[in-house]
T-cell receptor, first 117, second 114 residues
Framework: AQTVTQSQPEMSVQEAETVTLSCTYD???????LFWYKQPPSRQMILVIR??????QNATENRFSVNFQKAAKSFSLKISDSQLGDTAMYFC??????????????FGKGTHLIIQP | NAGVTQTPKFRILKIGQSMTLQCAQD?????MYWYRQDPGMGLKLIYY???????DKGEVPNGYNVSRSTTEDFPLRLELAAPSQTSVYFC?????????????FGPGTRLTVL
């Protein structure tokens, strides 16, 4: 079974600062995908970024980037030039790849990120 | 495209009552999922389906049933509601669950069992 751990229940930074959210995971799988989802107060789950485990290059999406360390089983999210709209819960998630289809995401408990004006 | 839709948005049930949470997607996705999110926690997988007529249990299936008669719809049934089922329920879908695995979520249903 896979586990995902987010060790920071809450973080608070000033607008325009850079912030890094931590995530570690445990798996015996070699082929898997990692995600960061954002959940604002509206409750909607919004995909922020994804990383395929077989890719060495870290994924980036505009102000969002990841630091993927496969050997250390670490997958942190960096948000640059943070904005008030980034205030939300952020969930790290894991899914193993299986040829017959996936069996669902495993989520961490989340980090509540607050961007202060 | 509406994406993934869920009804109702909110519901209060009494202990022992039954209900069905509806989920529909218009993206022609084969894979659909049901998750629950308890306060202060991440989402946990209840059931999933890889196509019409095929369903399988996730991490927390007890107390729930599902069916998948069409590609578009994936209802979740609670037969005898219990306070432990108070949660927010999310439905999600993905195109093949394999090489892409990006899941798109509905807006959620907040269920309270009293």
């Amino acid at each position: 079974a896979q586990t995902v751990t987010q060790s920071q229940p809450e973080m608070s930074v000033q607008e325009a600062e850079t912030v890094t959210l931590s995530c570690t995971y445990d798996t015996s799988e070699n082929n898997y995908y990692l995600f960061w989802y954002k959940q604002p107060p509206s409750r909607q789950m919004i995909l922020v970024i994804r990383q395929e485990a077989y890719k060495q290059q870290n994924a980036t999406e505009n102000r969002f980037s990841v630091n993927f360390q496969k050997a250390a089983k670490s997958f942190s999210l960096k948000i640059s030039d943070s904005q008030l709209g980034d205030t939300a819960m952020y969930f790290c998630a894991f899914i193993r790849y299986s040829g017959g289809g996936a069996d669902g995401l495993t989520f961490g408990k989340g980090t509540h990120l607050i961007i202060q004006p | 495209n509406a994406g993934v839709t869920q009804t109702p948005k909110f519901r209060i049930l009494k202990i022992g009552q039954s209900m069905t949470l509806q989920c529909a997607q218009d993206m022609n996705h084969n894979y659909m999922y049901w998750y629950r999110q308890d306060p202060g926690m991440g989402l946990k997988l209840i059931y999933y389906s890889v196509g019409a007529g095929i369903t399988d249990k996730g991490e927390v299936p007890n107390g729930y049933n599902v069916s998948r008669s069409t590609t578009e719809d994936f209802p979740l049934r609670l037969e005898l509601a219990a306070p432990s089922q108070t949660s927010v329920y999310f439905c999600a879908s993905s195109s093949d669950g394999g090489s892409t695995d990006t899941q798109y979520f509905g807006p959620g249903t907040r269920l309270t069992v009293l």
